[in-house]
């Protein structure tokens, strides 16, 4: 599936992108004032290989979930149990990430790619029970659970978030002792990935958001982004949930140690992902990967996703082509990935919270920027005269 999803990522089409630039030198206003959404605009023309480009909608956010052994070393302060029940904050819509997909009619699909404990949902159970008691059990009943043994199309609900269980192993093996993940791990959450993105595109969605949950995901973020830039891990690593001096001095050296001790090679992601990764990065690399090959935009959020992405473009260079970077996140490390791939981000508002929820702040304005070649009337059609 890797492979075959690779082969069919193709580079942005040059006639597209140059129909679109004529286009806007066209259109009801000065050339150039729409600034940075009308290079937007251009790059998704290329994406899709027409001028104008598909209105990116409906918008599917795609939320990985998973755990990280290197938590016992210390790098967070929050319980591991707390993935586990943000996610029953997620199918229960009360998580930040669930209030601006409202906002943006946005669907959820929650996928469970190596959470370490318990959900507080069986998806084995008509009526799912919630062992969290700030999560209402009718809230999480509502939501709808896919089993990857039971094939089903997805549902692009924007009032029902979904669970897909896609376990490939309950959290991550300790990369500050040994590799976070074996191979046929990494390979099985990439490929997860993959599958999600046909998913949703099967099911209509016109734009794909990452999203992303796991206590201590920072620390492989950091690690993934120093491997495939080169940074220094001091300028790859951040304070994630915002941890004190001293924790965050521990966090980047257990950075730098792990990374002396697998010394990841960038040419090779997956083996990159299994040595210092987390199965939600390579999920979302898979993601980004499928999305790509379907030629679909996909809406990056922070530094758990751009430091996916930095694998993507590892695996299939021409894949940066249907990434769209939301906003700049808090995290240093965002930054230096995004400055590797070339892209700049949409907005920049401090954020640093993931779950996809500056991808979808930054949502309207990719739409803007499209919507402009399908409706802006051009100087002939309008009868306004052109300097």
Known sequence: MLETTIAAIRPADETAMAAARELHGRLTKPAGSLGALEELSVRLAGLAGACPPPLPEPAAVAIFAGDHGVHAQGVSPWPQEVTAQMIGNFLAGGAVVNAFARQ?????????????????????????????????????????????????????????????????????????????????????????????????????????????????????????????????????????????????????????????????????????????????????????????????????????????ALAAAAFAPAAVDAMVAGHRSAEPGATVALRHLGLDPLIDLGLRLGEGTGALLALPVVTGAVRVLHEVATFDSAGVSEK
């Open 104 to 308: 943006a009619g946005a669907s959820v699909t929650v996928v469970d790619v190596g959470v370490a404990t318990p959900l507080p949902v069986d998806p084995g159970v008509p009526d799912a029970a919630v062992s969290d008691p700030a999560v209402s059990d009718a809230a999480v009943s509502d939501a709808a659970v896919l089993d990857p043994a039971v094939p089903g199309p997805a549902v692009l609900d924007p009032t029902v978030p979904r669970l897909v269980v896609a376990s490939v192993r309950r959290g991550t093996r300790d990369l500050a002792v040994t590799a976070a993940l074996t191979r046929d791990e990494a390979l099985a959450a990439v490929q997860t990935g993959i599958r999600i993105a046909d998913e949703l595109i099967d099911a209509g969605a016109g734009i794909l958001l990452t999203g992303d949950m796991g206590i201590g995901n920072t620390t492989p973020a950091a690690m993934l982004i120093a491997a495939f830039t080169g940074a220094d891990p001091l300028d790859a690593t951040g304070r994630g949930t915002g941890v004190d001096d001293p924790t965050y001095a521990h966090k980047v050296a257990v950075v730098r140690a792990a990374l002396a001790r697998h010394t990841p090679d960038p040419a090779d992601p997956l083996g990159v992902l299994a040595a210092v990764g987390g199965l939600e990065h390579a999920a979302l690399a898979g993601l980004i990967l499928g999305a790509a090959a379907r030629r679909t935009p996909v809406l990056l959020d922070g530094v758990i996703a751009v430091s996916a």
